[in-house]
């Protein structure tokens, strides 16, 4: 029997979606790409939130057995409510995974992590042997930190240690992401703290430069990783 609360049922996507047409459009192209008894690697944010919605659709019209191993609790609650069985990287691998981004490269780099998820959403990615990432047109930049900075997320009692290991990598500034909803920092999942850091240059070793800082759990920068295509749907 299923059982699912009443708060979860009534749930809607907090935020206003920005450019949600072309959203929409390109959640039913990797939709359709499902395919009877796969695992499905699940970002987070509201392109995967759309595409979800659309994965559900075709899982019901089509009785579609599948599964989704989300990358946060805001996507695992979606899955609950969609009714997609959810799974865990301890009992599947994914068939392939799709995931949005802030900022896409014309190499396929990207800074991911406005949602605060960029840990488990790393640990998908390198777990999938295919990733789709989805981008619509505001997405697009020639060089990564354009508008974004790099997020990366830290164990709380390392916070000075942190902040002064990266000021070495000589960043534009270091900021504290405070939360919205709840007074003082953001917490993650894994119960850190996020830095938002941003960068006039990017440099191919940045990301296993931050990662190598004792207290970073992990950083929002995806460099090189040759299993990622971006999949833009431009503005009608
Ligand atoms: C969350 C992310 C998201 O994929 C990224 O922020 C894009 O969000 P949206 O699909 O809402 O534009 O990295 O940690």
């Known amino acids: 029997m299923r059982s699912t609360s009443d708060i979860v049922r009534k749930m809607v996507w907090g935020s206003e979606i920005s450019h949600k047409e072309e959203k929409t459009r390109i959640a039913a192209v990797i939709a359709a790409k499902a395919k009877n008894g796969e695992v499905i690697g699940v970002g987070s944010g509201s392109t995967s939130y759309l595409t979800l919605c659309a994965l559900a659709e075709r899982r019901q019209r089509e009785q579609l057995s599948l599964m989704a191993i989300p990358t946060s609790l805001e996507i695992s609650m979606a899955c609950w ?103 003082g920092p953001v917490i993650t999942e894994n119960g850190n703290l996020i830095l938002d850091v941003w960068f006039d240059q990017i440099t191919s070793d940045l990301e296993k430069e931050i990662k190598s800082i004792t207290g970073v759990v992990e950083s929002g920068l995806f460099l090189d990783y040759t299993n990622v295509e971006a999949v833009y749907m431009e503005p009608k």
């Open 81 to 183: 409510q969609l009714g997609i069985p959810v799974t865990t990287l301890n009992e599947y691998l994914p068939d392939w995974t799709f995931d949005g981004a802030d900022e896409i490269d014309p190499r396929c780099n990207l800074i991911k992590g406005r949602g605060g998820a960029m840990f488990k959403e790393k640990l998908l990615i390198r777990s999938s042997p295919k990733v789709y990432i989805l981008g619509d047109s505001s997405k697009r930049v020639e060089r990564l930190g354009e508008r974004f900075p790099v997020p990366v997320e830290i164990v709380p009692f390392t916070l000075s240690v942190v902040e002064r290991s990266l000021s070495h990598l000589a960043p534009q500034g270091i900021e504290l992401r405070m939360a919205e909803g709840k007074d």
